[in-house]
């Protein structure tokens, strides 16, 4: 049975997922082959590969704010452009993340059997059972190790940076583009791995504390960190370390801190390279292991994947099945290969980032409500969109054509397992429906209520009587001019039903009502209201009249709110007066109510409104 994952990451757990994602085998192996690439320029290729990052950085946080739910990217692409593609995000993400960790898991491993002398796949296996029992504990305690190690992690690097910044010899640095300004934008396609752990965090963000700003803030002070450190340590890498030794190194860092600090900082760094290891095969366990939720959520895997434990609130089913393929691949796997291709697919994950970013904008779903909003849209995606393909050509055609591969048994999958059985509609769909036939028949309201309820769970609201009262509400969207008797003749004959009352009765009172004083209350606003006799009886209907309800003295009414009441729901009746006023008066809310594309868009309009609740 599906329960709710515990919320237990802080912004500081959110900082450390991210950072410790990224900082391991991109700062302490990839340098000096990096180097021998681009010489010097690696500094760039560096900043460069972050740079890239900065458009799906934005669009992630965006998103994730809007939708915090378990799965991450592969959620939101899912949700974007349909099942089809969202079982290739979810078995690509899910596969790059597992490899990315056990890759950390062998790095731990080698440095480990120099002290140990126990053979490495043995040692790497050991450190992974470890870290699935952490992660089956819960995600509290995996993030609160996480925060221990990447703080530990950046204070020996602090020190490396100091200390080493005194012995740099500014000789090393001349010629700075030793190979010239291609090779160095080619390397930054190299070390783009280095930062492919940046936005996993946001598999985590259905288990994130106030999601809305720790994410995004978490996130963009994750890469700034991130990019800084790369770039001091490499600084100081290159300028203490014979050229020559460091195109062949393997260890670059800690052979840099050997040359100024001897063997005891030397000793110190390889802890350093330890716990950076650790932090990256941790943070893959624990953000890898979201993915199967999240796609079995969606009926793309057996519902098993989305068992949570009662005591840890943990996916166990998920965790164990993601540890069991990481030591799969730590026992049979040559991963390096495996590793560049997981990297080529993460790149086509976030080009498709930003692209559903857009799908989402230009859909106009008015249950799309991102706490965070990706400034300067959509020139930044496009630019993310086409840096991505710039770094997937930097790859070349082998590790394309593997790629290729990989999306392909994700399409046989989607074939022969989840097409029966997805029924996910997309915002692509809600795109083309604005853009070519407006038929509505051609939309389902599966991804409007989705996303509603998403909102309601994120900003936790409270469900009182008034916004019980809106669900249960029938709602009337009128293309033409109606006069007011029209109207409520029309509202009288569809609230009869359920009041069960005549409806001549009731259009009398309307009508009565309105000749005491108007009920159009500002422009465009009418809130007709009558008293019935009776005990507890309670209803509201909603009109969206796109010509206009014609008023006496020429009044056009454009948003309408029909409330019905027996006399002893006079409190109630005050309420939902007060909850109206309230949601009416928001500056965008005449702007929503005309852009709505359906019935259900109108209700999510009112249900999600900000407003005093109680």
């Known amino acids: 049975m599906e329960r709710d994952l515990k919320k237990g990451l802080t912004f500081l757990d959110v900082f450390c997922v991210a950072t410790g994602a990224m900082i391991s085998s991109g700062l302490f192996i990839l340098p000096g082959l990096a180097f021998d690439k681009a010489g010097p320029a690696v500094i760039l290729s560096y900043l460069i590969a972050g740079i890239f990052c900065i458009p799906t950085l934005l669009s992630m946080a965006e998103l994730t704010t809007a939708m915090p739910k378990a799965g991450g990217d592969y959620f939101y692409i899912m949700r974007g452009f349909g099942p089809l593609l969202g079982t290739v995000a979810g078995f690509s993400t899910w596969l790059s993340l597992s490899l990315k960790g056990a890759f950390a898991l062998i790095g731990m491993g080698a440095y480990l059997s120099i002290i140990t002398h126990l053979p490495l796949n043995i040692i790497a296996l050991f450190c992974c059972l470890s870290f699935i029992v952490l992660n089956l504990i819960g995600v ?57 752990g940046l936005t996993k965090v946001a598999a985590l963000a259905e288990e994130t504390k106030n999601p809305g700003k720790n994410l995004p803030l978490g996130m963009i002070l994750s890469l700034i960190v991130t990019s800084i450190f790369y770039a001091l340590v490499i600084f100081v ?65 057996p519902a098993g994947f989305q068992k949570i434990s009662s005591k840890f609130k943990t ?23 495996l590793v560049k291709v997981a990297s080529s697919v993460l790149i086509l994950l976030y080009i498709f980032a930003n692209l559903t970013l857009i799908l989402f904008r230009e859909s106009k779903i008015s249950s799309f409500r991102p706490k965070f909003y990706s400034p300067f849209y959509p020139y ?7 840096g991505g393909f710039f770094l997937l050509i930097e790859m070349g055609t082998f590790i394309i054509f593997l790629t290729t591969a990989f999306l392909l048994l994700g399409i046989i999958w989607y ?46 609201v409270i469900k009182d009587k008034f916004h019980e009262l809106i669900e249960e509400s029938k ?34 009172k309307f009508v009565a009502r309105e000749k005491e004083s108007t009920t159009v209350i500002r422009k465009g606003l009418a809130i007709p209201h009558i008293v019935i006799e009776g005990k507890n009886i309670f ?48 500056p965008e809310f005449d702007k929503r109510w005309f852009e709505a594309t359906n019935k259900e868009e109108l209700k999510n309009i009112v249900l999600l409104a900000e407003r005093r609740r109680g």
């Open 237 to 301: 890498t290159i300028g203490i370390l014979n050229p020559e030794r460091l195109k062949e190194t393997l260890t670059p860092i800690s052979d840099g801190a050997g040359v100024f600090g001897g063997d005891v900082l030397k000793m110190i760094i390889s802890v350093g390279a330890f716990l950076a290891f650790i932090s990256t095969a941790n943070s893959g366990i624990m953000t890898a292991s979201r993915y199967p939720l999240g796609m079995s959520r969606d009926k793309l895997l």
């Open 415 to 460: 074939k022969l397992y989840a097409q029966k059985r997805a029924t996910q509609d997309s915002a692509l769909i809600y795109v083309l429906e604005r853009l070519i036939a407006k038929d509505k028949e051609l939309v389902s309201d599966n991804l409007l209520t989705e996303l509603k309820d998403i909102v309601v769970q994120r900003d936790e």
């Open 315 to 337: 996916p166990y089913i998920s965790i164990l099945f993601t540890g069991f393929f990481m030591i799969v691949a730590i026992l049979f796997l040559r991963l390096e290969l």
């Open 539 to 586: 209803k509201i209907a909603m009109a969206r009249a796109k010509a206009g309800i014609i008023f006496p003295e020429d009044k056009l009414a454009h948003i309408i709110f029909i409330l019905v009441g027996s006399s002893d729901e006079r409190n109630l009746h005050l309420k939902v007066l007060a909850a109206i006023a309230q949601i009416t008066q928001i």
């Open 140 to 196: 509290k305690e995996a993030g609160r190790f996480q925060v221990f190690l990447v703080l530990g992690l950046l204070g020996i690097l602090l020190g490396y940076v100091l200390w080493g910044m005194k012995t740099v010899n500014p000789v090393n640095f001349s010629p700075f583009f030793t190979r010239g300004l291609g090779p160095m934008f080619a390397t930054a396609s190299f070390v783009f791995i280095s930062y492919g």
């Open 380 to 386: 930044l995606q496009i630019l993310g969109i086409l």
């Open 475 to 508: 709602v009337l969207d009128i293309e033409m001019p109606l006069k007011m008797e029209d109207f409520f003749k029309e509202v009288s004959d569809i609230l009869s039903t359920e009041l069960n009352l005549a409806s001549q009765e009731l259009f009398r």
